[in-house]
């Protein structure tokens, strides 16, 4: 049998800003650099109040919960960074991360080729990008919050893999 030679030209990193995904980041810098691929990285601000709203709700309604999220975001967003667009801290953030990492590493230069700030479901949004931006690798991490919550791999990652007709590297903390 002859193997099709593997070409990975463009790499999906995805990250949570977790101590997971931060490790991940070395497996998607390594392999950049091995085949000369350029990295995307890509982080989702999730639209879902899943876990707030559990806390919250014998308190509010869902609909006043959200009112209450939206005005104090509106508040610590004026404070934080002014009126400019969304997700601009979180950016530089990324783009300092890269270039700090671009700076130690000698040994494995990569190209950071993009760095996204989406919001929405995190699944969709990542299988979408990696579609949208003709990625031939996903590299994420994962972190299980429990035994019998999420066994192997957390539930992003699992859905991921699943759905995703590109191939995934799910790295977990050593």
Same mark, same amino acid.
């Given at each position: 049998?002859?193997?099709?030679?593997?070409?990975?030209?463009?790499?999906?990193?995805?990250?949570? =800003?977790?101590?997971?995904?931060?490790?991940?980041?070395?497996?998607?810098?390594?392999?950049?650099?091995?085949?000369?691929?350029?990295?995307?990285?890509?982080?989702?601000?999730?639209?879902?109040?899943?876990?707030?709203?559990?806390?919250?709700?014998?308190?509010?309604?869902?609909?006043?919960?959200?009112?209450?999220?939206?005005?104090?975001?509106?508040?610590?967003?004026?404070?934080?960074?002014g009126?400019?667009?969304?997700?601009v801290?979180?950016?530089?953030? =990324?783009?300092?991360?890269?270039?700090?990492?671009?700076?130690?590493?000698?040994?494995?230069?990569?190209?950071?080729?993009?760095?996204?700030?989406?919001?929405g479901?995190?699944v969709?949004?990542? =299988?979408?990008?990696?579609?949208k931006r003709?990625?031939?690798?996903?590299?994420?991490g994962s972190?299980?919050?429990?035994?019998?919550?999420?066994? =192997?791999?957390?539930?992003?990652?699992?859905?991921?893999?699943?759905?995703?007709q590109?191939?995934?590297?799910?790295?977990?903390?050593?």
């Open positions: 049998m002859k193997l099709p030679k593997i070409e990975i030209k463009k790499i999906l990193y995805t990250t949570d =800003l977790s101590e997971s995904a931060l490790h991940a980041f070395a497996y998607a810098a390594s392999l950049a650099n091995l085949y000369g691929a350029t990295i995307t990285m890509l982080h989702v601000l999730s639209d879902k109040p899943d876990k707030e709203l559990s806390i919250v709700a014998p308190y509010v309604t869902e609909s006043q919960w959200a009112e209450i999220k939206q005005r104090n975001y509106q508040k610590a967003r004026e404070a934080l960074i009126k400019k667009r969304d997700n801290a979180i950016t530089e953030v =990324l783009h300092t991360f890269s270039d700090n990492v671009k700076s130690e590493s000698d040994n494995q230069p990569f190209v950071t080729d993009e760095i996204l700030v989406q919001r479901n995190p969709e949004q990542i =299988l979408k990008t990696a579609d003709n990625c031939d690798l996903i590299v994420m972190h299980g919050h429990g035994v019998i919550e999420e066994a =192997l791999i957390g539930s992003t990652a699992r859905r991921v893999v699943r759905r995703s590109k191939p995934v590297l799910i790295v977990h903390l050593p």
